[in-house]
């Protein structure tokens, strides 16, 4: 059994319990935040997706002491174009209740950052305070997934599709995802690669109305570059953010010039 296989197993148990809990989902005070897909459409710059992640599944502990509003806040000052909160908490040690505090203190865009197989996940997301929720490719099938992701749409929320090569990008670009992220963590394996950013940008429909993103494995200023050449409109960041002394610092000295489309 993989992580992921882990995970979903988990999940499946998870949503089990959502759906056994009665819970008004009306999300009619819900903030209205920018477009991240016209945020990182307009952008000249390589724009961060700034994470609030205390634990992984590889990693263990990265800052289990970590506050979220701290966090999330110093992430807007920062100039985040949005603040991913991981929502998870058996293996990744987050909740919804992060993320509805998030979404008290910031005016960012919003992603909530699970391992989504149902709607009533959504549901929760949006009731939290999410603008954006993340659908994994490798973690549904193409009906699931498509069903997903109209569910979502049709809610007003944006939806980052997850891919992890050329044949998943076949399949977000099925649905007509606009905001397509290449993770290059193997979610198998949890083994990192950023040259899975530069093969799946071999197939990207650039000059589509489609968005190009690069998540994981991002640690430094040389790395942001590479997506940036690679074609990356954005890189999701998390690890070395939470472990950095200066958020500020480490966040702007991310945001290179963006490249371009590559030719």
């Known amino acids: 059994m993989t992580i992921l296989d882990k995970i979903l197993q988990t999940k499946r148990l998870e949503v089990k319990q959502l759906l056994m809990e009665e819970r008004n989902v009306s999300c009619e005070t819900m903030k209205k935040r920018p477009s991240l897909f016209e945020i990182l459409k307009k952008s000249d710059r390589l724009e961060v997706l700034s994470e609030m992640k205390r634990a992984s599944p590889s990693k263990g502990l990265i800052a289990g002491q970590a506050n979220p509003v701290e966090q999330a806040k ?133 000059n589509e109305n489609h968005i190009f993103i690069s998540e994981s494995g991002i640690m430094n200023p040389d790395d942001a570059k590479r997506a940036a050449v690679a074609g990356a409109s954005a890189i999701l960041v ?21 490249v371009g489309v590559p030719l």
């Open 238 to 258: 998390g690890e070395s953010l939470m472990r950095s002394a200066s958020v500020e610092d480490s966040l702007r000295s991310l945001q290179v010039p963006k």
């Open 74 to 206: 110093a992430y807007e000052k920062a100039g985040a174009a949005c603040i991913s909160v991981l929502t998870d908490a058996t293996y990744f040690k987050g909740s919804f209740d992060d993320l509805a505090a998030v979404a008290e203190a910031v005016q960012t865009p919003l992603l909530c950052k699970d391992f989504i197989i149902h709607e009533v996940q959504i549901d929760r997301a949006k009731q939290a305070g999410a603008s954006v929720i993340l659908l994994i490719v490798a973690a549904l099938d193409i009906s699931t997934i498509e069903r997903l992701h109209n569910y979502a749409t049709a809610q007003g929320l944006e939806v980052l599709v997850e891919i992890h090569d050329a044949k998943e990008l076949e399949t977000a670009l099925a649905i007509n995802a606009k905001l397509i992220g290449v993770n290059n963590r193997d979610l198998r394996t949890f083994e990192v690669d950023l040259a899975r950013t530069e093969e799946v940008a071999k197939h990207f429909p650039f």
